[in-house]
């Protein structure tokens, strides 16, 4: 009988080195699979019930993976009824929300504390503030003296024609001048509204800048700028 040349004994040999590796490794993995176990407790009795593929009685139900030695591998949760899976949409949006609302937070005071060194910038932020309100409403002031001086020239004017209709033009004119001074006293008084609206900013801005320091506040600059009555 012809012995096998060289090169197909060398062949075989590594065949057998490849394949050999190869057969044990799915023996091992075939192993492991079949020491798994799949358990629940079946619903007609109450009873624990196994097997080495999830039982039909563990279907739709919570069950257990378990180890050859009956430990816990795994455990896996009863399917959701749709009311679950409603809530828990829900709950996912509170806690995104709570999320964004928290980076929000956290922007603003970063924000806070990039703006102010000291409590006493957030004392000269509030003055700066109400002293630029105060001027626009001296500014509104001085035009509704000017307004209130032509329509005074108007207004002699008028005294001609007492017993006699107005000239259109002139009429116009009062009509005119009368609209802009209410205009300008409407503005007023939404600016003395903006000294409240500073205040309620600045006293949030030291309340908060205080809880971020754990520094005391300084006294709010109150009444250090006057506002115009």
């Given at each position: 009988i ?26 091992v993995?075939s ?14 009795n ?27 591998v ?18 996912n ?8 609302a ?19 910038d ?71 509204k ?36």
């Amino acid at each position: 009988i012809a012995k096998p040349s060289p090169a197909i004994a060398s062949s075989t040999g590594l065949m057998r080195k490849t394949v050999l590796p190869l057969l044990v490794l799915l023996a091992v993995g075939s192993a492991q699979a079949a020491s798994e176990f799949y358990c629940c407790q079946d619903p007609a009795n109450g009873r624990r019930v196994c097997g080495d593929t999830l039982p039909e009685q563990c279907r739709g139900r919570a069950y257990r993976i378990l180890d050859s030695g009956g430990n816990i591998v795994k455990e896996v949760g009863a399917p959701l009824t749709p009311e679950q899976k409603a809530e828990l949409i829900l709950e996912n949006k509170r806690r995104k929300q709570l999320e964004d609302a928290g980076r929000e937070q956290r922007r603003r005071d970063q924000a806070l504390l990039d703006t102010y060194t000291t409590a006493e910038d957030i004392d000269l932020a509030q003055k700066k503030a109400e002293a630029d309100v105060n001027l626009a409403i001296q500014a509104t002031n001085e035009r509704i003296a000017t307004a209130q001086k032509k329509r005074k020239k108007f207004a002699d004017e008028a005294e001609f024609y007492k017993k006699k209709a107005l000239p259109p033009e002139l009429e116009k004119d009062l009509r005119a001048i009368d609209h802009e001074i209410r205009l300008q006293q409407e503005l007023i008084a939404l600016k003395q509204k903006e000294f409240d609206t500073i205040k309620a900013k600045y006293d949030a801005d030291r309340k908060r800048y205080f809880e971020l320091t754990r520094k005391s506040p300084t006294t709010p600059p109150g009444g250090a700028v006057s506002q115009p009555r």
